[in-house]
């Protein structure tokens, strides 16, 4: 008997929850599905991976502790799209697969975007006069599956699109969609920025002061992606010579207490992150990373293995 382990701290939806049970009952008891969910201390999922064989969690840190508490572990799922909190070089280092899933919760996320962008490009409701979306430019920094949904609700919406990518031109300009020669073209010719990149080398601080210092005063950065992707000193430096500026973003940073002082009606944060917080996303990434388990310890499956 397997145990597979789904530690969250923030929970699934509860329909999230049956649908990946009936995955694993489905499979004549040879998995023993335990939950740990909302759990708000690190110890209490130390101690529950120690005989998991699998894993799936949210944006819970997977760091080589749990790797090396965990010695019957072969497999984490990562259930979402980026996995910035599993140590995928601990996990290869103990033989344990990674795996995320990718898409699964993409049009959650890309709603929540253009929520956000409505959000800052309205005033935030105050009763100032704001602006509309449609007629406006929206640039997709980066074109992953979040950007890709956003770029489809932004055309229903009548906005403009572009987007600097550098790994899926291909797919921008098959939709024929304007690709811009670098990242300043993009911030400098739209009215929203939406960043749609990876916590991950080149995107770390990518959003920096020698790229927002193109924007428009009165341009709107939404963040649904990471707060480190964005260069928060750079961000408030910029905030401050541009009073226009907004941003709005899925993530709190690190200078939270500073925008409350110095950015009052300039910005907004989710009290916890939202992006993927729908029935519809939790059933997705969880029902994925279910099959993506039965599929790796049935068949070895590892398609969707990110620490190859
Ligand atoms: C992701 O990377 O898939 C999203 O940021 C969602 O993260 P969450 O599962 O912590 O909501």
Redesign the pocket.
Known sequence: MRKILVATE?PFAPVAIKKISKIFEKEEKEYDLVLLENYTDRSQLLQAVADADALIV??DKVDAEVFDVAPKLKIVVR????YDNVDCSAATAKGVVVMNTPGQ?SNA?AELAIGLAILGIREMFSGKPGSELRGRTLGLHGFGYVARNVFRIARALGMKVIVYTRYSKGAAAAIGLKVTKSLEQLYEKSDVVSIHVPARGEHIKSVSYQVMKHLKDGAVIVNTARKEVVNEPDLVKIMEEKPNIKYMSDLTPDCEKEFAEKFSGRYFFTPK?A???TAEANINAGVAAAEQIVAFFEKGDTSYQVNK
Request: aromatic share 0%; hydrophobic share 30%; charged share 25%.
């Open positions: 923030k949210r944006s259930a979402g799209a980026g919760n996320v992150k992006g993927a917080q």
